[in-house]
């Protein structure tokens, strides 16, 4: 399976951005991809997906109008801009990849789904 690397994480004040990215080792326009953080404490829960071809993507109200998830098959790499940062958005984020078809509802968003994982990149938000 594609192996994920995760990058672009680091502090920001509340308000600021971040783009983080998630590189894979092989192509991965046949996966659909996610994005989950794991807070200190609180489980890992997805925040947003994208389709393998990027035509639809889902995201958790938590990040909902502030975060966008985005892919560059290309590149083999999944983007997330995240703006108007929080603390409560401080946590581990990880990115994860699903050989089928992304689940619809908010079954996208179980752990099972994905089969291969990043090992993830901090970031901290200040108030």
């Known amino acids: 399976w594609v192996q994920l690397v995760e990058s672009g994480g680091g502090s920001v004040q509340a308000g600021g951005s971040l783009r983080l990215s998630c590189a894979g080792s092989?192509?991965?326009?046949?996966?659909?991809m996610a994005w989950f953080r794991q807070a200190p404490g609180r489980e890992r829960e997805g925040i947003a997906s994208?389709?393998?071809?990027?035509?639809?993507?889902h995201y958790a109200d938590s990040v909902k109008g502030r975060f966008t998830v985005s892919r560059d098959n290309v590149e083999n790499t999944v983007y997330l801009q995240m703006n108007s940062l929080n603390p409560a958005d401080t946590a581990v984020y990880y990115c994860?990849?699903?050989?089928?078809?992304?689940?619809?509802?908010?079954?996208?968003?179980?752990?099972?789904?994905?089969?291969?994982w990043g090992q993830g990149t901090q970031v901290t938000v200040s108030s």
């Open positions: 994860g990849a699903n050989p089928n078809t992304c689940s619809s509802g908010s079954y996208w968003r179980r752990l099972n789904e994905y089969i291969s």
């Open positions: 994208i389709t393998a071809t990027g035509t639809t993507t």
């Open positions: 092989e192509s991965i326009g046949r996966y659909c």
